[in-house]
């Protein structure tokens, strides 16, 4: 009976709101025809990026795609859905990079799994705040336990906390803000959070390796310690921090005054895959009774490996890592997390507002994930494409993923090993591979700029799109391995690319 009533009561309400008022585009329980219709002209249209695209890239110029935005007049709205996604198709879609294609092999971009696409329909339309409990309900709950069920493949003890972020820069800005926070109240009793800086504070150092991602110097300008405060050290052969050179860095700093408060361990660098030494960093942290933060943002997906985990020894004695879900958790963006070992930590950050998460709530009762944050109030319900994708993949499938992104890797170096025209600069512990066109007839002074023409031409085809970078002033073309469904066909197709290209510039170079 109560059924009826209600369903009365909203047919009612209904027939006072028809299709076309004034508010019919709001989602509510009055637009579920309007959006059934929207959203399935969305999902044809995602349909045909897939179906569509050959290629990566279309290879258009910007000069050439400002001059369709120039004809948008945004102050005209478009008169139905179908001109709207005829638009968008025009001007974003049939031009987006198709991360999903083997050939697209750049950056740390990954194809995503489908639950997690499932997941972002319910996330955008109910539209949960995850600040605090009254807001989001489940969704706070779901969050803690995906953060307790990271921190626990992380090797962190039950009291671990954390908080899901917007990306792997606002993790580790979360990591520095609490090694600087912690360390000037415990060494002088100085609550930065309430006084600012201390006097001492240009007089901090933070270790981090010379390959390490550039974040670190951007947050410690943000949190006035300026970038003079980073200590660059010196890396390996393998371009992972020198333990050494390290304690050497540590040792010089203490000499000229300056006061170290915090050693950054890179899981995954970004320009080379491989992760520096965590236990021996650790070794060093504690000697000096600093802290120690790991940027696992790429190299978290080895905690879901069998075979690799090995490789992140010593992170579960860390005081605070950076995992990226949307990179090697193949999560739609955005998805971050940051996880310290003990959950007293982040009381420091803690601020009330008695509007929000008031002083004399009972948090243990009505838990407000606001409390952990530093810079976001409401914030997306991100969390759910990670319990949608671990509920119905599990941990050992997303494993599989990144065992094979590392043996197509090694396969991808075994074939730059094997070919005289191309020069390997390095092994990678995970997924990414530098190298070069560098043929025996193509002089050293050339090599650079043939390479660079070769990333540029297939960039403008469309056809691959790689990545690149400088290693000692010298130009190397990379490969950022990241889609299960590369195979090995592929990647000699890629590389066959890339040297017929080369040639072609090499002869007009010559």
């Not at 990144?402 to 092994?427: F, G, H, M, N």
Request: hydrophobic share 40%; with cysteine.
């Amino acid at each position: 009976m109560d059924n009826t009533l209600q369903l009365s009561s909203v047919e009612a309400i209904s027939a006072q709101l028809p299709e076309q008022s004034l508010f019919a585009d709001i989602f509510s329980q009055h637009s579920s025809a309007g959006y059934d219709a929207a959203i399935n002209q969305a999902k044809e249209l995602v349909i045909n990026f897939l179906t569509r695209q050959k290629k990566p890239f279309s290879g258009i110029s910007p000069a050439q795609l400002n001059l369709l935005f120039e004809q948008v007049d945004l102050n005209v709205p478009l008169a139905s859905y179908q001109d709207l996604f005829h638009e968008v198709d025009q001007l974003y879609v049939q031009h987006a990079t198709a991360f999903h294609l083997p050939h697209y092999i750049a950056h740390l971009n990954c194809p995503v799994v489908i639950p997690a696409l499932a997941a972002e329909v319910l996330v955008s339309a109910i539209n949960s705040s995850q600040d605090t409990y009254d807001q989001s309900a489940g969704g706070t709950l779901m969050e803690r336990r995906l953060i307790d069920w990271t921190a626990q493949q992380i090797g962190y003890a039950p009291q671990a906390d954390g908080i899901f972020t917007a990306g792997g820069s606002q993790s580790n800005l979360m990591g520095l803000l609490l090694a600087r926070d912690h360390f000037a109240l415990n060494r002088y009793g100085h609550n930065i959070k309430q006084d600012g800086n201390p006097l001492a504070a240009h007089r901090f150092r933070i270790f981090v390796s010379e390959k390490s991602h550039f974040s670190n110097q951007k947050n410690a300008a943000l949190m006035g310690l300026g970038e003079q405060s980073i200590v660059s050290v010196a890396t390996d052969s393998r371009f992972r921090m020198s333990m050494d050179a390290l304690e050497a860095a540590i040792e010089t700093e203490i000499a000229l005054g300056n006061i170290p408060i915090a050693i950054v361990g890179t899981a995954g660098t970004t320009d080379f895959g491989n992760i520096d030494p965590l236990s021996d960093i650790a070794d060093l942290a504690d000697q000096y009774g600093v802290w120690m933060h790991v940027d696992a943002a790429y190299g978290c997906g080895l905690l879901l490996t069998d075979n690799y985990r090995y490789l992140l020894n010593g992170i579960e004695r860390s005081h605070s890592v950076t995992i990226d879900y949307h990179k090697s958790f193949f999560q739609p963006i955005s998805g971050s997390a940051f996880i310290v070992r003990d959950k007293t930590l982040l009381q420091i950050i803690k601020h009330h507002a008695d509007y929000l998460n008031p002083e004399d709530q009972d948090y243990e009762e009505y838990p407000a994930q606001i409390n952990k944050s530093i810079t976001q109030s409401t914030r997306r319900f991100d969390a759910l494409k990670l319990w949608f994708t671990l509920r119905l993949m599990g941990r050992d499938k997303l494993g599989e993923y990144i065992e094979t992104l590392i043996s197509r890797c090694k396969e991808a170096a075994e074939i730059v090993r094997l070919d005289p025209d191309l020069e390997l600069l390095s092994d990678s512990d995970i997924s990414i591979l530098l190298f070069r066109y560098a043929p025996e007839g193509l002089p050293e002074e050339q090599r650079c700029a043939v390479n660079q023409q070769i990333k540029k031409h297939l960039f403008h085809s469309g056809e691959v799109l790689l990545a690149s970078t400088k290693v000692n002033g010298k130009f190397y073309l990379k490969f950022t391995i990241f889609n299960p469904l590369l195979t090995t066909a592929d990647l000699h197709d890629i590389f066959h690319k890339i040297k017929v290209t080369g040639q072609q510039h090499g002869q007009q170079s010559n």
